[in-house]
């Protein structure tokens, strides 16, 4: 059982939008960056968004990321049979003082 | 481009130590963070450690008795020893930077380890 919230699976079709949320409190979401990955079958996770809402170099702004409060979300618009994959958020826990991830979400681009 | 590769043991006996070395380049360790990532099979991801500054360490508290992450700046890369190994510690474990922001930039393409019985 993480201590970050994540819905185990979304789904929506080619071209869509889709939104994955993050949900966890005042020791993490509320008080440190949040930070997503895509996975894909089989590789190394990726990073999509860090400082809450910021894209790496090479990340298409088909990504995004917001925060309020304790939760936290991934937007993906222009779904792509390509983003498949798991997605995971991840942040500081002040309380643990560790890193914590959610438990993942699947997403299938129907 | 920094690039993190991992390397050790592919298969563990149970109640042993695993230990496994990330090799770093195009990047110094003496900066950043440096972390130890697994991922069981079909299971999410858990984050095991880091270690930054100066051999400064923070360790995921369910692992906490059993972790030892170290460093080796000569040769540029930094370590993991998870002891007394179980069955339950059979995962692919990665080796990534967080270059201060809490974002895991640069991964390792990741290693299995297996343990045995």
């Known amino acids: 059982q993480s201590v970050l919230t994540q819905p185990p699976s979304v789904s929506a079709a080619p071209g869509q939008k889709v939104t994955i949320s993050c949900s966890g409190g005042?020791?993490?979401?509320?008080?440190?960056?949040i930070s997503w990955y895509q996975q894909l079958p089989g590789t190394a996770p990726t990073l999509l968004i860090y400082?809450?809402?910021k894209r790496p170099s090479g990340i298409p702004d088909r990504f995004s990321g917001s925060k309020s409060g304790t939760s936290a979300t991934l937007g993906i618009t222009g779904l792509q049979t390509g983003d498949e994959a798991d997605y995971y958020c991840?942040?500081?826990?002040?309380?643990?003082?560790?890193?914590?991830f959610g438990g993942g979400t699947k997403l299938t681009v129907l | 481009q920094v690039q993190l590769q991992e390397s050790g043991p592919g298969l563990v006996k149970s109640s042993e130590t695993l230990s496994l070395t990330c090799t770093v380049s195009?990047?110094?360790?003496?900066?950043?963070?440096w972390s130890w990532i697994r991922q069981p099979p079909g299971r999410g991801l858990e984050w095991i450690g880091h270690?930054?500054?100066?051999?400064?360490?923070n360790y995921n508290p369910s692992l906490k008795s059993r972790v030892t992450i170290s460093r080796d700046t000569s040769k540029n890369q930094f370590s993991l020893r998870l002891r007394s190994v179980t069955a339950a510690d059979t995962a692919v474990y990665y080796c990534?930077?967080?270059?201060?922001?809490?974002?895991?930039?640069?991964w390792g393409q990741g290693t299995l380890v297996t343990v045995s019985a």
């Open positions: 270690i930054y500054d100066s051999e400064s360490t």
């Open positions: 005042s020791s993490n979401i509320g008080n440190n960056y």
């Open positions: 195009g990047g110094s360790i003496t900066y950043n963070y």
């Open positions: 991840v942040t500081w826990d002040s309380s643990l003082t560790a890193v914590i």
């Open positions: 400082e809450d809402n």
């Open positions: 990534a930077r967080d270059p201060g922001d809490g974002g895991l930039d640069h």
